[in-house]
C-alpha cells in the first residue's frame, strides 16, 4: 500500500472499512484545520462572538451528519472539499439575513463575491481562509520539528533558530545567535540550512496527509507554495 492511500484524509474517505478509525482521523483533522473556517465565517459576520459559535455548529454538523461521505475520492483534497462545506453551511443558515441570537447584534453579510473585500475584517473569505490553512500547515509541521528537535537532545538549538526557519534573518541576527550558542557562524548557517530542508518535508508530509492521490498533492503544494513563503523554498 503506498503512502497516498494511507493519509489522514483516505481513511475518512474509506470510512466504510473502519468507521472509528475513520472518524478519529476526521476529527483530528478538523481540530488541526478549525482556525481557517473560524477565519472564513468571521469575515462573514461581524463579531468574534457570532463567528465561534457559527464555526462550532459547523464541525459539529461536519461530523455528526458524515458530509465527508459526500465527497468524491476523485477530486479528494480536504481543504477544497472543507470550504465548500462551510460555504454551504453558511448558505443553509441563511446567514445573509438573519441574526444569531447569541451574537449580540452580529449581523451576516451576503456571501457574494460583489461584496467579498466590504465584509468584516476587510479581506476576502476565501483569502482569509487560504492564508490561515498555509499557517496551519506551517504550525503542525513546526511543532513536528521541534518533536524530532526534543528527542534528538538539541531543543535549545531548535529554539534559537526557529525565528531563522520562515523568515531570512539579517547578518547581525546571525552574528547574534551564533555568539549565543558559542558556534561559528558557516555551522550556524549549516544548521539553519538542515532544519529548513526538514521543515519543507514535513511540510510535504502533512499537505499530503490532506490530499487523496499524488496528483492532489502535488497541486495542493502549487496552490499553497506562495503562501508559505521562504519555508518552501529552496
Known amino acids: 500500500m503506498s503512502r497516498f492511500e494511507t493519509t ?10 473502519e468507521p472509528q478509525q475513520a472518524r478519529v482521523a ?15 465565517i468571521r469575515r462573514h459576520v461581524g463579531g468574534s462572538d457570532a463567528a465561534e459559535d457559527l464555526t462550532q455548529a459547523f464541525f459539529l454538523e461536519f461530523i455528526e451528519h458524515a458530509w465527508h461521505a459526500r465527497a468524491d475520492p476523485a477530486r479528494g483534497r480536504f481543504r477544497a472539499y472543507l470550504l465548500t462545506a ?4 453558511l448558505v443553509d443558515q441563511h446567514v445573509a439575513t438573519q441574526r444569531l441570537k447569541r451574537g449580540a ?3 451576516f453579510e451576503s456571501i457574494d463575491a460583489d461584496n467579498a473585500g466590504e465584509l468584516a475584517g476587510g479581506d476576502d473569505p476565501e483569502a482569509a481562509f487560504e492564508r490561515d490553512w498555509a499557517l496551519a500547515v506551517l504550525d503542525v509541521s513546526l511543532a513536528r520539528l521541534r518533536e524530532e528537535a526534543e528527542a534528538a537532545g538539541k531543543l535549545d538549538l531548535f529554539e534559537h533558530l526557529r525565528e531563522f526557519l520562515t523568515e531570512r534573518p539579517a547578518d547581525a541576527d546571525y552574528e547574534r545567535t551564533a555568539a549565543a550558542l558559542n558556534l561559528r ?4 548557517a549549516v544548521a539553519v540550512h538542515r532544519l529548513r530542508h526538514r521543515l519543507r518535508e514535513l511540510v510535504r508530509a502533512e499537505i499530503g496527509d490532506t490530499a487523496h492521490g499524488r496528483d492532489a498533492m502535488n497541486q495542493e503544494l502549487r496552490e499553497l507554495r506562495s503562501a508559505f513563503g521562504n519555508a518552501m523554498q529552496d
Not at 8 to 17: C, E, F, I, Q, T
Not at 86 to 89: A, D, L, N, P, W
Not at 185 to 188: A, D, G
Open 8 to 17: 489522514r484524509w483516505s481513511l475518512v474517505l474509506d470510512a466504510a472499512g
Open 26 to 40: 476526521l476529527e483530528t483533522l478538523c481540530r488541526t484545520y478549525r482556525q481557517p473556517v473560524f477565519a472564513y
Open 86 to 89: 462551510v460555504r454551504r453551511f
Open 105 to 107: 447584534g452580529a449581523v
Open 185 to 188: 557562524r558557516n555551522t550556524l
